[in-house]
T-cell receptor
């Protein structure tokens, strides 16, 4: 069935790069997303990638997609304390409206 | 920047009571969604709504749940007879006609059923 998995926690030092990883099971996923959730806030759409791409860069964010391994990653360059949040990976198939979420990775940025 | 808003931010209700959660989607959006997140679990899709009808729903979205767009701006989720296990954070989302794959979420309503 459909499933999205992420590691639960990542701690990095301010100024370093962060890499958050995600694996998914459904090879027919058409869109893959990264959402950010700060404490007390909703899910903020950070970026997404179409399944026919293998990389997307948007300022400090780089998304890498390995379709063969069904692996998605989000790299945050020059991580700041304001990047501390929970990051959710999600997938969506073209035939469906629903997003399927992972459990979220809590990123802690240490000064 | 336009955003999805939800009210109330926190709702406490007794088991068996009806509750209505309200959302104001982004103004030019035509697709609307409800998701929920039970504490400690993943965010789960409940329902999508387009052109005044349900376009997709999950197994969770049973007869206890209903959605409505009562006017041009609001989108509501009604739970007819709440159960303890309905306690969760409920998120509304919306997307535009041209980019239905970009779903923008509201801040959520925390529902506590006692």
């Amino acid at each position: 069935g459909e499933d999205v998995e992420q590691s639960l926690f990542l701690s990095v030092r301010e100024g370093d790069s962060s890499v958050i990883n995600c694996t998914y099971t459904d090879s027919s996923s058409t869109y893959l997303y990264w959402y950010k959730q700060e404490p007390g806030a909703g899910l903020q759409l950070l970026t997404y990638i179409f399944s026919n791409m293998d990389m997307k860069q948007d300022q400090r964010l780089t998304v890498l997609l390995n379709k063969k391994d069904k692996h998605l990653s989000l790299r945050i360059a020059d991580t700041q304390t304001g990047d501390s949040a929970i990051y959710f990976c999600a997938e969506k198939m073209d035939s469906s409206y629903k997003l399927i979420f992972g459990s979220g990775t809590r990123l802690l940025v240490r000064p | 920047e336009p955003e999805v808003t939800q009210t109330p931010s926190h709702q406490v209700t007794q088991m068996g009571q009806e509750v209505i959660l309200r959302c104001v989607p982004i103004s030019n959006h035509l697709y609307f969604y409800w998701y929920r997140q039970i504490l400690g679990q993943k965010v789960e899709f409940l329902v999508s709504f387009y052109n005044n009808e349900i376009s997709e729903k999950s197994e969770i979205f049973d007869d206890q749940f209903s959605v409505e767009r009562p006017d041009g701006s609001n989108f509501t989720l009604k739970i007819r007879s709440t159960k303890l296990e309905d306690s969760a954070m409920y998120f509304c989302a919306s997307s535009s006609a041209g980019k239905a794959y970009e779903q923008y979420f509201g801040p959520g309503t925390r529902l506590t059923v006692t």
